[in-house]
């Protein structure tokens, strides 16, 4: 798990790309403190497993259901992404719980500055929005953020000075994908609530069973 504070920018070393995944190199320095072959990191806010490193790079394989649905497949030399070390037990929660496993991207669509803060609009699927709350958690490319406005096509973030400085969304541009973590939570109550409806409508006991058998 994570907290969707961003402990430093890494930038892409290398890429090497298989049919449907890929092999990425990233060099960083804050979160190769104590690494160990094994250990998680989320780049972009995606969860990888560091399979080597050195005292400033390290390795991570990106699998094709990755590629699908993230924005790891645009990454090239020189790209910068947002990298967090996995949370330990005992650790601050500043953010929120973040899994690692995204749920999609969204599009940004616009960028509006508000005096010391910066609002930034994405859209996306239905399939997204409907986990989306205002005032909610989202992680953004792995950043932890408030949902300040949803409708049925799009949500906006209010970007803080700090955020701006220590992560990589604003130096992104218009039509740029990102990736989105939605609140764990709201998924494991939609499937709570689905799979009891499903026991109910898929269940033949009526009457007639219950005579048929003896029970009635």
């Known amino acids: 798990m994570f907290t969707g504070l961003i402990e430093e920018i890494g930038v892409i070393q290398s890429v090497l790309k298989g049919p449907k995944s890929a ?3 990233i060099k960083a320095n804050k979160v190769l403190k104590g690494v160990a072959l094994g250990d998680s990191i989320a780049t972009n806010g995606v969860c990888l497993t560091v399979t080597e490193f050195t005292t400033n790079t390290f390795s991570g394989d990106v699998m094709a259901e990755t590629i699908r649905k993230s924005n790891l497949k645009a990454l090239v030399p020189g790209s910068k992404v947002n990298l967090e070390r996995a949370l330990k037990l005992g650790d601050r929660l500043g953010g929120h719980l973040v899994s690692g496993h995204i749920d999609g991207t969204g599009i940004i669509k616009d960028f509006k500055k508000e005096d ?5 609009s994405i859209s ?8 989306i709350v205002q005032k909610g958690s989202i992680a953004i ?3 932890s953020l408030t949902v300040a406005y949803v409708d049925s096509t799009s949500f906006k973030v209010s ?8 992560t990589t969304l604003l130096i992104k541009n218009i039509g740029d994908k990102v990736n989105l973590e939605c609140d764990i939570i709201g998924k494991y109550v939609e499937k709570l609530l689905s799979f009891k409806e499903k026991s109910i409508t898929e269940s033949h006991i009526d009457m007639n069973f219950l005579k048929q058998h003896g029970f009635a």
């Open 23 to 25: 092999k990425i190199v």
């Open 159 to 166: 970007i803080i000075p700090h955020t701006k400085a220590n």
């Open 124 to 131: 996306t699927s239905s399939n997204i929005l409907k986990y």
């Open 141 to 143: 490319d792995g950043i």
């Open 116 to 120: 010391n803060a910066i609002w930034v």
